[in-house]
């Protein structure tokens, strides 16, 4: 194929995603959430994985589910679980105007698309094999670009790499989200505890303070969402520690102004735990959304959004989390 001919299509590739983002402009309020989806799988895959299930967590190279003894199995759930489920989803679009999902446990696209239907672009996923995978599900017709996962974050061969995506490429409106799902087990108390998951979740909290700080001298409009696994509103008030390679803490390592910009809200700052449903076994957020300084700046206030499951949905197999999230009112 000839030079020339490959620069025209370049170009006129460039031309539709450019005539894209400007037919679809950022609207005077941005909503942002976030979801961990508890194993959601497709049926098909369902059947393929359970009667070959593991008897310990299966690596992130293998699409397998556990079922350790002693333990609650990942949910088999109906048509009528993830209709339940498409149900909620549809209300963070009607009712809640919700831009974009950070999603977690959830075997990628084909699996976010039985919950997000109508209304909904569901990409960027992780590669992991695992189908405990990390990904987004963006309003339909809003421009977006998928950038490189966060492989650092998966250093073990048995974690969750990050999410990265830019919604509205190439526009001052522009802005960078990565969603992850950190290690469990050491939701409370300083890093440097003599306790494995704390460990684990120590070597993570750096590799997200880089992304942080990188986007932060680029002086980007940045968000960093998902399940933290981690009591972040405790968390928030120990020391960060000497070492930015084995900080004390997650938040105050994420949100110390260095680089300048490098700093964190909190959508769930100041707010009182509200459960899912009547069977929710958590009694503080874990899931939350942190916003950089530049974007809050940009909007006049802000508004925190817990969606609990109505009662029509509850009795049915829908997850352990619900949807959480900010809005951004009065964006230019």
Not at 48 to 67: D, F, I
Request: net charge neutral; glycine share 6%.
């Amino acid at each position: 194929m000839k030079p020339r001919f490959l620069l025209c299509i370049a170009l006129w590739a460039w031309a539709i995603g450019a005539t894209r983002a400007q037919a679809a402009p950022r609207g005077p309020t941005f909503t942002l959430m976030t979801w961990n989806m508890a194993w959601l799988i497709t049926p098909e895959a369902d059947r393929a994985m359970r009667p070959q299930c593991k008897a310990q967590q299966p690596p992130s190279s293998e699409h397998a589910l556990p079922c350790t003894p002693g333990r609650e199995q990942p949910p088999q759930r109906t048509a009528a679980d993830l209709d339940a489920l498409a149900r909620t989803a549809q209300r963070l679009l009607t009712e809640f105007q919700a831009d974009v999902v950070a999603l977690q446990e959830v075997d990628g696209p084909a699996a976010a698309d039985l919950v997000f239907r109508k209304g909904w672009m569901t990409d960027c996923f992780i590669r992991r094999a695992h189908p405990q995978k990390v990904g987004f599900a963006i309003r339909d017709g809003i421009p977006y670009l998928c950038n490189p996962e966060l492989a650092e974050l998966d250093a073990d061969g048995r974690s969750r790499a990050g999410a990265d995506i830019t919604l509205w490429p190439g526009t001052p409106q522009a802005v960078r989200l990565l969603a992850v799902h950190m290690k469990s087990g050491c939701f409370n108390g300083q890093l440097d505890r003599a306790f494995k998951p704390c460990g684990k979740l120590r070597e993570q909290v750096p590799v997200v303070e880089h992304w942080i700080d990188a986007r932060a001298r680029e002086g980007v409009a940045f968000v960093v969402m998902g399940d933290f696994n981690r009591h972040l509103d405790k968390d928030a008030r120990l020391p960060e520690g000497s070492d930015e390679s084995a900080p004390l803490a997650m938040f105050k390592a994420w949100s110390d102004g260095v680089p300048t910009g490098a700093v964190l809200h909190r959508a769930t700052e100041g707010e009182p735990y509200v459960p899912c449903d009547t069977d929710d076994h958590f009694n503080a957020y874990i899931d939350d959304v942190l916003i950089s300084d530049k974007l809050k700046a940009q909007s006049r206030r802000t508004a925190f959004m817990r969606v609990a499951y109505s009662l029509r949905e509850q009795g049915k197999l829908l997850s352990d989390h619900c949807p959480l999230g900010i809005q951004l009112r009065g964006l230019p």
